[in-house]
């Protein structure tokens, strides 16, 4: 049976990917929101320093101080980018993980139900989600090393995030907390990776086409389980 939150129907079958839902547009503030995928696409092109707030009112068919009068500056409208699909994002993850605790009965989760559970909201979406999806997914895939969106990214993903290591830690029992704290950013930058869209992986392959995130999630779940798994061998 589904489950229904924040205007959202997740699957519950633990085997099958979990798609992420629309972010909430306030229907009555068609500007916001033209701001925001505005934004979104220029800083998911460009970067964020490479896209100035002229460009967005350029791209969104806005007056300059349009941006403002809504946002503030550029660093409180990239919050307002990053926060409107974080918060499907960690909705669709918290939705899953309270699922897992429910089926586990108070047993440990399953190492490959946690890293499953986790990547799949990021790379469904950047499956499978509308052109706005694909560009925060691209968006955070470039930006999740830089000073700033490290600090944004964090404000918005940090509590979810440190719900699952405690669950990973639970189930690595042994392990020194550290290092799943460790093998968790691993997991988390290799899942960025997949879809920032770089390139980088089609030249190393000799492909001369794109593979989608999708087709490497598997993949990622088997190599991370593993991984996590080694954490108790001393």
């Not at 403002?68 to 918060?87: C, I, M, S």
Request: net charge neutral; charged share 25%; proline share 6%.
């Amino acid at each position: 049976m589904p489950r229904h939150t924040h205007g959202l129907t997740l699957a519950t079958d633990p085997a099958r990917p979990r798609k992420p839902g629309r972010p909430k547009g306030g229907r009555s503030d068609h500007t916001r929101e033209r701001i925001l995928d505005a934004a979104e696409k220029l800083f998911a092109d460009r970067g964020y320093d490479g896209a100035s707030i002229r460009d967005v009112a350029a791209e969104a068919g806005l007056q300059i101080h349009s941006v403002g009068y809504h946002f503030g500056p550029k660093e409180q409208l990239f919050d307002a980018v990053v926060a409107r699909r974080a918060d499907i994002m960690t909705g669709l993850r918290r939705e899953a993980l309270d699922a897992a605790r429910e089926r586990a009965e108070g047993a440990a989760i399953p190492i490959k139900q946690l890293v499953r559970d986790y990547v799949s909201p990021f790379i469904q979406s950047a499956s499978h989600g509308d052109a706005g999806w694909r560009n925060y997914a691209a968006l955070m895939g470039r930006l999740a090393n830089s000073p700033l969106g490290t600090e944004i990214i964090a404000r918005h993903y940090d509590d979810t995030a440190r719900a699952y290591i405690a669950e990973l830690q639970r189930a690595l029992a042994g392990a020194d907390p550290e290092d799943v704290v460790d093998g968790f950013s691993a997991m988390v930058s290799a899942m960025l990776g997949i879809c920032a869209a770089t390139g980088r992986p089609e030249r190393l392959s000799g492909r001369t086409t794109r593979r989608p995130p999708e087709d490497s999630f598997e993949t990622l779940v088997r190599f991370h389980t593993a991984g996590f798994l080694t954490l108790t061998i001393a």
